[in-house]
């Protein structure tokens, strides 16, 4: 099965803005999660825990309150316990920020990594 590419549609909160009244770049962090919560809320079947081993996020505009942003996440590299996790955000239809994230699956019992979504293959290249 192939894995999905969601998009994930984002509310910015005035809590968001920094004082020279963008978003600042701590919420692009949080908004890049809730997409790749969404993202592993779309995959069929038992999930396992994950963690975080690498982000890297690149700010490319502004991002006002005014605007209407969305995150889309896709898996664009597969390892047996990790995944490279394609995120860009989207402010009115337009790319303003890009991330890259590796997520590694996680058994709370040995606090060692597992096995990730066997069988699973990845959807798209790249969204660049």
Known sequence: ??????????????????????????????YFEVGRV??????EGERPYVVVAHLSVDFIKEVTLKDQIHVITACIKKGNKSLELSQNLY???????????T????????????????????SINDQE
């Open 1 to 30: 099965m192939h894995l999905p590419t969601v998009k994930t549609d984002i509310q910015i909160r005035f809590a968001d803005l920094d004082p020279l009244g963008h978003v600042s770049n701590n919420a692009y962090s949080e």
């Open 38 to 43: 969404h993202w592993l809320s779309e995959i």
């Open 91 to 101: 402010a009115n239809g337009e790319c303003v920020s890009k991330s890259r994230v």
């Open 103 to 122: 997520i590694v699956g996680f058994d709370t019992n040995s606090r060692k990594s597992l096995e990730l979504l066997k069988g699973w293959q990845v």
